[in-house]
C-alpha cells in the first residue's frame, strides 16, 4: 500500500506551530516586561503625586499658621529690631504719663540676652504702672535692678500736691538673638 498522505503538510504545519508558540512567548514576554514598567511608573508618579499633595497640605498649613507665627515672632527681638524694641518700651511709659529714656544698651556676652538702662520719671502711680507693663509685655524681660526715689513734692494748681519720682531700670530681654 502506498502512503498517499505526505510528509510535507505536517512538517509545514509543525514549523508554522512552532512559529506560533515562539511568537506568542515572544509577546507574552514583552506584554509582562512592559506591564512591570507600566507598574513601576506608576508607582513613582503615586511617590511623586503624594510628595506634592504633602508640599500642598504644609504650604496651607503653613498659610493657615502665619498670622500666629507673626505675634510669636514679635515677642522676640532681632538685633536688627532693637529699635523697634526700645521704641515700644518707651512708649509704654507714655501710655500711662511717665516719662522714659534708655541711657544704655548693651549684646550681653554669650550673645542671647540684651541689657538695657532706662531711667524714667514721673508720679509713683505712673511709674508703677509702667513697671506692671513691662512685667507684662509681649517680650521675655527679667529685671536685673529697679532704683526708685522720691525726688521733689509739688504743689499743683488748685490745692493739689503730688510727688515727682524717678526710677532706674535695668532690663535683660531674654528673647533676643542675634
Known amino acids: 500500500m502506498k502512503n498517499s498522505f505526505s510528509k510535507m503538510p505536517i512538517l509545514l504545519s509543525l514549523i508554522l506551530f512552532a512559529f506560533s508558540c515562539f511568537l506568542l512567548f515572544f509577546f507574552y514576554k514583552a506584554i509582562n516586561s512592559n506591564d512591570e514598567e507600566s507598574r513601576s511608573k506608576e508607582a513613582e508618579w503615586q511617590t511623586e503625586a503624594n510628595r506634592r499633595e504633602e508640599i500642598e497640605t504644609l504650604d496651607n498649613s503653613i498659610k493657615i499658621i502665619s498670622p500666629e507665627r507673626a505675634?510669636?515672632?514679635?515677642?522676640?527681638?532681632?538685633?536688627?529690631?532693637?529699635?523697634?524694641?526700645?521704641?515700644?518700651?518707651?512708649?509704654?511709659?507714655?501710655?500711662?504719663?511717665?516719662?522714659?529714656?534708655?541711657?544704655?544698651?548693651?549684646?550681653?556676652?554669650?550673645?542671647?540676652?540684651?541689657?538695657?538702662?532706662?531711667?524714667?520719671?514721673g508720679t509713683f502711680s505712673s511709674l508703677y504702672k509702667f513697671l506692671t507693663l513691662l512685667e507684662n509685655s509681649p517680650y521675655a524681660l527679667e529685671f536685673a535692678g529697679v532704683d526708685m526715689r522720691k525726688e521733689v513734692t509739688f504743689e499743683g494748681a488748685q490745692g493739689t500736691s503730688g510727688s515727682k519720682w524717678s526710677a532706674v531700670f535695668k532690663i535683660k530681654l531674654l528673647s533676643f538673638s542675634n
Open 71 to 121: 505675634l510669636l515672632e514679635t515677642h522676640f527681638a532681632q538685633s536688627s529690631d532693637v529699635v523697634p524694641f526700645l521704641n515700644t518700651i518707651e512708649g509704654l511709659a507714655t501710655k500711662v504719663g511717665a516719662k522714659a529714656e534708655v541711657t544704655s544698651v548693651k549684646i550681653l556676652e554669650d550673645k542671647t540676652a540684651l541689657s538695657v538702662d532706662m531711667q524714667a520719671s
